[in-house]
């Protein structure tokens, strides 16, 4: 029998409605749900190999356990937890909480219950050393946030501006930050039809940079000095929203005397852009009545990436474009708690923890535990050295910069728990393999999006959309399946811990509403239905509401933003001083010596390609065919390289080496190599053509508080690659 049925593609954070075909009990086919309100029935090639991905005939559907020859064997679900709860309470025993860690990739974005529970088994055994996909994404959301502050109401959305400033994203691609999320790529033609002047700071002519009133096609890295650049312009011209900053905001002397020597000539010509863009940039967002400035991971990857956030904020601040008193909420809540979005400040806050690393002289911070330097960790010996790892729906030998380092780290562990349903290059390592159901065959709501306005600023649907979905197809037959968050829970009745749900719903000290926290009853797994009910206590519409539209609703809550509290002393920070330091270090600089770095005279950067989410895809024949790392260059470049498109080429970096195929990118700024990141295999899978980026990469230069390696604007060499044979 053939059914279509209304669900929830959780394959990214854009959760678009879907319809899916399901035919004995399988998933056949995946469309864009044209029911479903405000998303015009848009699916991208992902979403549409929801099928595939869950009909994989290489997916794994019973637990896996390494065996002494280096193999694997299934080995039952019940087992499988038993023999890890013996072996994490030796390793307690033998070594205390610190020894076992966790990391988060992004897995969990299609069930986020897991990770809550995840995360509350470390709690209970007493370990902090979480981490998360975040530290390597884009800390400086966390960290930026914690030195300029946030506003209660949230930004001013893309939806309702006239000027819009996007530092290296590509929305129309990744669904990421601050453009709408539900079809980009119509949301921006929309609102540059309507008038919208977009302001794009890329090194690649991108899908979203097309669409450009002005592109800034700068030098990669560089985000840091043309903000400064457009704050300095904004300051001379009087284009201060002064009102707004004198009610809300402090340190603007500061920030005035540290840009005072990014003037539009240096600036252009330290990143290679016209003067007058730099001007026509500034003035149009300065002009504008209402928008926002957002950053991604190209200036996340790129070096100084805190600054970059930060001055974000900080024109964002200067242009007055928080949501203003008397206007309609922008991010009201529907499955979250309702809230009062005042016009107003949260306040700054503590930006380091004390919570230490052992090495690189990093600890806990804003944006969580620095997963960049967690290989080091596990590799340095002595007390509090790092024993086991639960690594939760990620793929740290392709995500975590230097491959080698990382994979090494995997092969020293005494314990590696892959929760993944793929044997991934990272779950070769493992000593056991937990599978997952997917996403198709579990119940999900699209609470998780509404939640990512707590990591940063604009993010998610600035309209009251919500939807849940039941699981649409069952689990295949002879499965032994287990969720992320049932392996934690059943861990934590082997060990007899009691678990304590947590519902946090804010961003560091600054909480939106209450935290709730429930002594979950350790008798029973709760169901996922029981774990969504959970997470959507208290939330403004009930959970019962929004089930009774399967397609996904929008509600019409009509919340206005509340003055300013007589009481509230927050300001929004303008001249942090370790910002207002670094933005001098940068100044002072020379940046043309390196430049004439002879052996590595290109810049690499990365990006991601439409057909692939991170590490996930590349083993579908339906979304890849090749499996040969993606690289481009300009065909200036190429020529003068003597690589003929398509070829085979050698990327060096001052660590390592990896081959990729070429191809011609007249849209790319001449001088950078674009990679895409997430290819490849272990080096102990494929040496050479494992050509993951991260080989490239190491920790030499580092953020000194999230940790993050350069990641992007890398100095490389390119070549044409040796002929074989
Ligand atoms: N050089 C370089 N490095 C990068 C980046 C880059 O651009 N360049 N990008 C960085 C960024 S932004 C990120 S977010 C990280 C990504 O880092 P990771 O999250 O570590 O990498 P992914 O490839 O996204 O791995 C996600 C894994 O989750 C699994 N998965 C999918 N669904 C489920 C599920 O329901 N349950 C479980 N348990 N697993 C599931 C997938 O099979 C996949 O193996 O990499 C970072 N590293
Ligand atoms: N299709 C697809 N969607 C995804 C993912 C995926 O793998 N595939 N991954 C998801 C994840 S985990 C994340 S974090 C988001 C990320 O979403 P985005 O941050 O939008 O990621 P990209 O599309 O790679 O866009 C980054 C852009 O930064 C540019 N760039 C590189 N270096 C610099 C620099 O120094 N300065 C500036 N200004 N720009 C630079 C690159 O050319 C690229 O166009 O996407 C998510 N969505
Ligand atoms: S953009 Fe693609 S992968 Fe992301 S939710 Fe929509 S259909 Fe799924
Ligand atoms: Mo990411």
Same mark, same amino acid.
């Given at each position: 029998?053939?059914?279509? =049925?209304p669900?929830?593609?959780?394959?990214?954070?854009?959760?678009?409605?879907?319809?899916?075909? =399901?035919?004995d009990?399988?998933?056949m086919?995946? &469309?864009?749900? #044209?029911?479903?309100?405000?998303?015009?029935?848009?699916?991208?090639?992902?979403?549409?190999?929801?099928?595939?991905?869950?009909?994989?005939?290489?997916?794994?559907l019973r637990?896996?356990?390494?065996?002494?020859?280096?193999g694997?064997?299934?080995?039952?679900? @019940?087992?499988?937890?038993?023999?890890?709860?013996r072996?994490?309470?030796a390793?307690?025993?033998?070594?205390?909480?610190?020894?076992?860690? %966790?990391?988060?990739?992004?897995?969990?974005?299609s069930h986020?219950?897991?990770?809550?529970?995840?995360?509350a088994?470390?709690?209970a055994i007493?370990s902090?050393?979480i981490?998360?996909a975040a530290?390597?994404?884009? /800390?400086?959301?966390?960290?930026?946030? &914690?030195?300029?502050?946030?506003? =209660?109401a949230g930004?001013?959305?893309?939806?309702?501006?006239?000027?819009? +400033? +996007?530092?290296?994203?590509?929305p129309? +691609?990744?669904?990421?930050?601050?453009?709408?999320?539900?079809?980009?790529?119509m949301?921006?033609?929309?609102?540059?039809?309507r @008038?919208?002047?977009m302001?794009?700071?890329d090194?690649?002519?991108?899908e979203?940079?097309?669409?450009?009133?002005?592109?800034l096609?700068?030098?990669?890295?560089e985000?840091?000095?043309?903000?400064?650049?457009?704050?300095?312009i904004i300051?001379?011209?009087k284009?201060?929203?002064e009102?707004?900053?004198?009610?809300?905001?402090?340190?603007?002397?500061?920030?005035?005397?540290?840009?005072?020597d990014?003037?539009?000539a240096?600036?252009a010509e330290?990143a290679?852009?016209p003067v007058a863009?730099l001007?026509?940039?500034?003035?149009?967002?300065?002009?504008?009545?209402r928008?926002?400035?957002?950053?991604?991971t190209?200036?996340?990857?790129?070096?100084?990436?805190? $600054?970059s956030?930060?001055l974000?904020?900080?024109?964002?601040?200067l242009?007055?474009r928080?949501?203003?008193?008397?206007e309609?909420?922008?991010?009201p809540?529907?499955?979250? /708690?309702?809230?009062t979005?005042?016009?107003?400040?949260?306040?700054?806050? &503590?930006?380091?923890?004390?919570?230490?690393?052992?090495?690189?002289d990093?600890? *806990?911070? &804003?944006?969580?535990?620095?997963?960049a330097?967690?290989?080091d960790?596990?590799?340095l010996?002595?007390?509090g050295?790092v024993k086991?790892l639960?690594?939760?729906?990620?793929?740290?030998?392709?995500a975590?910069?230097?491959?080698?380092?990382? *994979?090494?780290a995997?092969?020293?562990?005494?314990?590696?728990?892959v929760?993944?349903?793929?044997?991934?290059?990272?779950?070769?390592?493992?000593?056991?393999?937990?599978?997952?159901?997917?996403?198709?065959?579990?119940?999900?709501?699209?609470?998780?999006v509404?939640s990512l306005k707590?990591?940063?600023?604009?993010?998610?649907?600035?309209?009251?959309?919500?939807q849940?979905?039941?699981?649409? =197809?069952p689990?295949?037959? @002879?499965?032994?399946?287990?969720?992320?968050?049932?392996?934690f829970?059943?861990?934590?009745?082997?060990?007899?811990?009691?678990? *304590?749900?947590?519902?946090?719903r804010?961003?560091g000290?600054n909480?939106?509403?209450p935290?709730e926290?429930?002594?979950?009853?350790?008798?029973?797994?709760p169901?996922?239905?029981?774990?969504i009910?959970?997470?959507?206590?208290n939330?403004?519409?009930?959970?019962d509401?929004?089930?009774?539209?399967?397609?996904?609703?929008?509600?019409?809550?009509?919340?206005?933003?509340?003055?300013r509290?007589a009481?509230?002393?927050?300001?929004?920070?303008?001249?942090?001083?370790? %910002?207002?330091q670094?933005?001098?270090?940068?100044?002072?600089?020379?940046?043309?010596s390196?430049?004439?770095?002879?052996?590595? !005279?290109?810049?690499m950067?990365?990006?991601?390609?439409?057909?692939?989410?991170?590490?996930v895809?590349?083993?579908?024949? $339906?979304l890849?065919?090749?499996? *040969?790392? #993606?690289?481009?260059m300009?065909?200036?470049?190429l020529?003068?390289l003597? +690589?003929?498109?398509?070829?085979?080429?050698?990327?060096?970096?001052a660590?390592a080496a990896?081959?990729?195929?070429?191809?011609?990118?007249?849209?790319?700024?001449?001088g950078?190599i674009?990679?895409?990141?997430?290819? @490849?295999g272990?080096?102990?899978q494929?040496?050479?053509?494992a050509?993951s980026v991260?080989?490239l990469?190491n920790?030499?230069?580092?953020?000194?508080?999230?940790?993050? !390696?350069?990641?992007?604007?890398?100095p490389?060499?390119?070549?044409?690659?040796?002929? /074989?044979?």
């Open positions: 029998m053939e059914q279509t =049925v669900s929830i593609c959780r394959n990214c954070l854009a959760y678009c409605p879907i319809l899916v075909t =399901v035919k009990g399988r998933a086919k995946v &469309a864009g749900d #044209p029911q479903a309100p405000a998303f015009d029935a848009y699916t991208c090639p992902k979403g549409r190999a929801l099928p595939a991905q869950h009909n994989d005939p290489q997916r794994v637990c896996l356990r390494r065996t002494p020859q280096g694997f064997a299934e080995i039952a679900s @019940g087992d499988a937890v038993a023999e890890v709860a072996r994490v309470q390793i307690l025993a033998a070594h205390g909480p610190r020894a076992i860690a %966790m990391y988060t990739g992004t897995g969990p974005v986020p219950a897991g990770a809550n529970i995840a995360r088994w470390m709690r007493g902090r050393m981490f998360s530290t390597i994404d884009k /800390p400086a959301e966390y960290t930026s946030v &914690a030195l300029h502050g946030n506003w =209660v930004l001013q959305t893309f939806e309702t501006s006239d000027t819009w +400033i +996007i530092v290296g994203a590509n129309v +691609i990744s669904k990421s930050n601050g453009a709408p999320l539900n079809n980009p790529g949301r921006l033609k929309q609102a540059c039809e @008038g919208m002047k302001i794009v700071i090194p690649r002519r991108t979203t940079a097309r669409r450009a009133h002005v592109h096609q700068a030098r990669p890295g985000d840091p000095a043309i903000l400064a650049g457009l704050i300095h300051i001379e011209e284009l201060v929203d009102g707004f900053v004198r009610v809300n905001a402090q340190g603007l002397d500061a920030l005035k005397q540290a840009v005072a990014y003037t539009p240096y600036v330290r290679g852009v863009h001007l026509e940039a500034a003035r149009s967002f300065g002009r504008g009545k928008g926002g400035v957002v950053c991604s190209g200036p996340s990857f790129s070096t100084h990436s805190n $600054l956030y930060y974000a904020l900080c024109l964002n601040t242009c007055g928080w949501a203003r008193e008397g309609r909420a922008p991010y809540n529907v499955l979250l /708690p309702a809230f979005p005042k016009a107003q400040p949260y306040a700054p806050y &503590a930006v380091k923890s004390d919570t230490p690393m052992r090495v690189l990093l600890h *806990e911070n &804003a944006s969580g535990m620095p997963t330097a967690l290989a960790e596990i590799l010996g002595g007390a050295q086991a639960f690594c939760l729906g990620g793929n740290p030998v392709l975590w910069p230097d491959q080698q380092k990382a *994979e090494q995997m092969r020293e562990l005494e314990l590696l728990v929760l993944d349903y793929r044997l991934t290059a990272t779950a070769q390592f493992a000593h056991y393999v937990i599978p997952p159901p997917l996403s198709l065959e579990v119940a999900g709501s699209s609470q998780k509404e707590y990591s940063g600023v604009s993010r998610g649907y600035a309209f009251a959309w919500a849940h979905t039941p699981a649409v =197809v689990t295949p037959a @002879g499965a032994d399946l287990m969720d992320d968050a049932g392996f829970f059943h861990l934590a009745q082997q060990m007899k811990l009691q678990l *304590e749900w947590i519902n946090l804010g961003q000290p909480l939106e509403s935290t926290r429930v002594a979950l009853d350790m008798t029973r797994m169901s996922t239905e029981e774990l009910e959970l997470s959507c206590n939330s403004r519409v009930p959970l509401e929004v089930k009774k539209h399967p397609h996904g609703h929008v509600w019409d809550i009509d919340v206005l933003v509340t003055p509290d009481d509230c002393t927050a300001r929004l920070e303008l001249g942090a001083p370790i %910002m207002m670094e933005l001098r270090q940068i100044r002072a600089q020379d940046a043309w390196p430049r004439a770095d002879l052996a590595h !005279p290109f810049l950067v990365c990006r991601r390609a439409n057909h692939l989410m991170n590490s895809g590349q083993s579908l024949p $339906l890849n065919d090749t499996q *040969e790392t #993606p690289a481009s300009h065909p200036a470049d020529s003068t003597g +690589i003929a498109p398509g070829a085979l080429a050698t990327v060096r970096s660590h990896i081959q990729v195929r070429m191809a011609a990118d007249e849209s790319l700024r001449p950078v674009s990679l895409v990141h997430g290819f @490849g272990s080096i102990a494929g040496g050479e053509r050509a991260n080989r990469l920790m030499q230069e580092r953020d000194p508080i999230s940790g993050i !390696p350069r990641m992007s604007a890398v490389v060499a390119v070549e044409r690659a040796p002929s /074989p044979g």
